[in-house]
């Protein structure tokens, strides 16, 4: 549905985003997932044909978006970042404004108009000033814009952000409900929307492509290592921290031992493994050989979190040999 | 042609919702008839003053009263347009609303036009109100028809000028105040090179004389349609319209 090829976007004097390919298939969801300024938005310009690329391709549903774009227009429903709305607009208003401006007859207008503001919940504020609305509405009235005339593809540029968790989770829903008939590109810096929402993820970091995959693969790629919770009683002062940390340091496939809390008598470590190595029956092991009260031991599992801090690290650190030559 | 009339009326709701519109109707009427009221004020002294004298030329409200009166309007023209075509590109740039217009299926010239045309509607609705005092005259007195309609004509060619002008320079920031600011010293300074050149025969002087958008109003004034001056009008509104269509062909690949 949407193809990406080598796409690169320089402004003035930097580079926004660095020969990037992908593809999207009809009826995914996938996430976009980059820190702040990684090229996320930019992107997405491009798809809808806001910005032209520099150099490179990208077409949806086979259509060029420097040659064709008023095809590709037609097809794709965009939530940039700030929704784009007139204050002064009552909220019917100016969905009847977008839908007549995305092209869908006069006739239909009224008719859809109903339809989304039902399915967005912005139902109850459709006489309401939009100036007046709170960030919430806001963001589903932007919602309803996008999906207004039945897209093909919607682009959705950070479609939570600023929302209170409630408003989170029903938008969440809202997307996931859209998943099948429409192909959804959503952007987010917040990694457990992707793993709620998305069967993909393509992440980015500095412009240039570093992941792409499903969230199931990259989570089992990345979780060779496992990581530990192990709690002690340590009322009285005893154990002492150090000699615990150290012991602990010891045990066979122990890759990093953390000291997290040590509150209430209580010490909390967290404890990584190496590259496929099991560690849970050792660290058992030596916690009961040292008398010391084992309170509890869990596997936590490295979050999609710390996946990608990983990944965007080591990305970094590939990068930094290169920045001391030049320096050099 | 349905998103040009669609945006059109954007605009004219965007005018009318906010107390804008109202503000500069009242600040056109209220001048104009302030104008008005003295013009013929002093109209009515020196008649009477002809009638107690007698003798003297022929006196006429088209001369005396209306054609000093529109060319009047057209210099409060050059202060209404940047006031209506500040906002028109630079609030939809400030507000992010830009990106739905340019991600929508239409054109960017569907877009201009339909700004333009709402602002010169805008334009219109404030030079009705000065039909009420013209109305006036016809009223008690009997000037002729065609010179008033023509000098309409001319406001109207003007303003439509003046306000791709202000188009044009609100695409090139976020800032309204900006974007008001340089329109306004663009009329201030077409009124001024007006001025300055008025007496002056030197070819340089003549040309700046011609591009002064404000020379090419006073025949219109007079009730001659002269139709380089029509000719003027127009082509200066299509390179302004078409100025502004470029400015957003680079809007999309500069920032």
């Known amino acids: ?150 897209p093909d593809v919607l682009i959705l540029d950070e479609p939570t952000s600023g929302l209170d968790p409630k408003q989170i989770i029903e938008t969440r829903e809202l997307i996931n409900s859209l998943a099948g008939d429409h192909t959804i590109i959503l952007s987010t810096h917040i990694l457990s929307e992707v793993e709620h929402s998305c069967e993909r993820v393509i992440i980015i970091s500095h412009g240039k492509l570093v992941a792409i995959d499903s969230v199931a693969n990259l989570t089992n790629r990345l979780r060779g290592s496992e990581a530990v919770a192990l709690e002690l009683d340590a009322a009285g002062g005893r154990p002492n921290p150090t000699e615990v940390q150290q012991r602990l340091e010891t045990v066979a496939g122990v890759s990093r031992v953390m000291m997290k809390d040590s509150k209430n008598g209580k010490l909390i470590f967290e404890i990584e493994s190496l590259q496929g190595k099991q560690i849970r029956a050792d660290l058992a092991r030596t916690v009961v050989n040292s008398g010391w009260n084992l309170n509890e031991l869990r596997s936590v599992g490295l979050s999609l979190e710390d996946i990608f801090l990983q990944l965007t690290a080591a990305e970094q650190k590939d990068t930094e040999p290169e920045t001391q030559g030049v320096q050099a | 042609m349905r998103s040009v009339i669609l945006i059109c009326r954007k605009e004219l709701n965007a005018y009318f919702t906010s107390p804008i519109a109202y503000m500069l109707m009242a600040f056109f009427a209220l001048i104009f008839g302030f104008v008005l009221f003295n013009a013929t004020r002093d109209f009515i002294r020196f008649s009477f003053q002809m009638q107690a004298q007698g003798g003297g030329a022929p006196m006429s409200i088209n001369d005396q009263i209306i054609t000093p009166l529109l060319g009047f309007a057209s210099t409060i023209t050059l202060f209404l347009v940047p006031m209506i075509t500040m906002r028109l590109f630079a609030e939809e740039k400030r507000s992010g609303t830009i990106e739905l217009l340019l991600t929508s299926p239409v054109t960017d010239l569907e877009i201009i036009l339909g700004k333009w045309l709402g602002a010169m509607l805008l334009f219109l609705c404030i030079l009705a109100m000065s039909m009420i005092n013209v109305a006036l005259l016809f009223a008690w007195g009997k000037p002729d028809l065609k010179p008033v309609l023509v000098a309409y004509l001319g406001l109207i060619l003007q303003g439509g000028c003046l306000l791709a002008i202000g188009a044009f320079i609100s695409t090139t920031t976020k800032n309204q105040i900006i974007a008001g600011g340089v329109t306004f010293f663009v009329c201030l300074m077409l009124w001024l090179l007006n001025w300055f050149t008025a007496n002056d025969t030197g070819a340089v002087y003549q040309v700046i004389n011609y591009l002064s958008i404000v020379t090419h109003f006073d025949n219109f004034s007079k009730g001659v349609v002269e139709s380089k001056d029509v000719i003027f009008y127009l082509s200066m509104i299509f390179f302004a319209l078409f100025s502004t269509s470029r400015a957003m062909e680079s809007l999309r690949w500069r920032s």
């Open chain 1, 1 to 150: 549905m949407i193809k990406v090829e080598g796409l690169t976007k320089r402004y003035a004097r930097t580079v926004a985003v660095d020969n990037i390919s992908f593809e999207v298939e009809k009826g995914q969801i996938v996430g976009f997932l980059g820190p702040n300024g990684a090229g996320k938005t930019t992107t997405m310009r491009v798809l809808t044909c806001f910005l032209p690329p520099t150099s490179g391709t990208a077409t949806v549903a086979g259509f060029d978006v420097l040659e064709n774009p008023m095809e590709v227009k037609k097809r794709i429903g965009y939530l940039p970042e700030t929704p784009p709305l007139y204050p002064e607009m009552e909220v019917i208003e100016y969905l009847k404004f977008v839908g007549k401006l995305k092209g869908i007859a006069s006739r239909d207008v009224p008719g859809r108009v109903d339809e989304v503001m039902k399915r967005c919940a912005v139902d109850d504020v459709r006489d309401k000033l939009i100036g007046k609305l709170s960030k919430g509405y806001r963001q589903r009235v932007g919602l309803a814009q996008a999906i207004l005339h039945n």
